[in-house]
């Protein structure tokens, strides 16, 4: 059973995530962009370095563009995944904590890489996420990746050099 507390913060949480995309990104669309072969599946851990708790971070990519989420926690990565455009995923096993919240986004997605190849985005929220888990509770948080009306969570942009790889 759901607190309170964290179906409030999974209703502040949901917002307007990816910014507008730089002129040059407007022109690349998603069929000519991606490479099938090596497109993660949606929902796919791409990090795992801290799992094991109750948490979970549901994401709606109500875009065009693919996108990999990132948890970090002091100042190490802790998890990452894969969601795909126009669809939702959910990881669960967040350890009890605090998180910044990163994200990418954009087409062409390199696994060796561990980034987009053409019209990557990047950005992270300006507020953190804190999960907390009781007997009765856990949290979980939800995150839209698109234009929200009423959106409340702010975004900054990130330096790629300055991302959590």
């Known amino acids: 059973m759901n607190s309170l507390r964290a179906l ?5 949480a949901s917002a307007l995530l990816l910014g507008a995309a730089p002129a ?7 069929a000519s962009a991606s490479v099938a ?10 990090h795992d370095a801290l799992s094991g708790g109750e948490g979970h971070l549901k994401v709606k990519n109500g ?4 996108a990999v989420v990132t948890l970090v ?3 190490k990565k802790a998890l990452s995944f894969y ?11 967040i350890q009890d904590g ?11 997605f390199s696994t060796s890489k561990g980034r987009f190849t053409r019209a990557a985005v990047y950005r992270r929220f300006d507020d953190r996420l804190k999960y907390t888990t ?3 509770s856990a949290t979980i948080w939800t995150l839209t990746l698109k234009p929200a009306i009423g959106g409340n969570a702010t975004t900054s942009g990130v330096d790629p050099k300055d991302f959590p790889a």
């Open 8 to 12: 409030a913060g999974a209703l502040l």
């Open 24 to 30: 040059q990104a407007a022109s690349v669309s998603p």
């Open 37 to 46: 072969a090596a497109r993660p599946g949606n929902g796919r851990v791409l």
């Open 63 to 66: 875009t065009t563009r693919d």
């Open 73 to 75: 926690r002091g100042k």
């Open 83 to 93: 969601i795909r455009a126009k669809s939702t995923a959910t990881l669960k096993g």
């Open 98 to 108: 605090t998180y910044r919240v990163f994200y990418t986004s954009g087409y062409g």
């Open 134 to 136: 009781s007997s009765t």
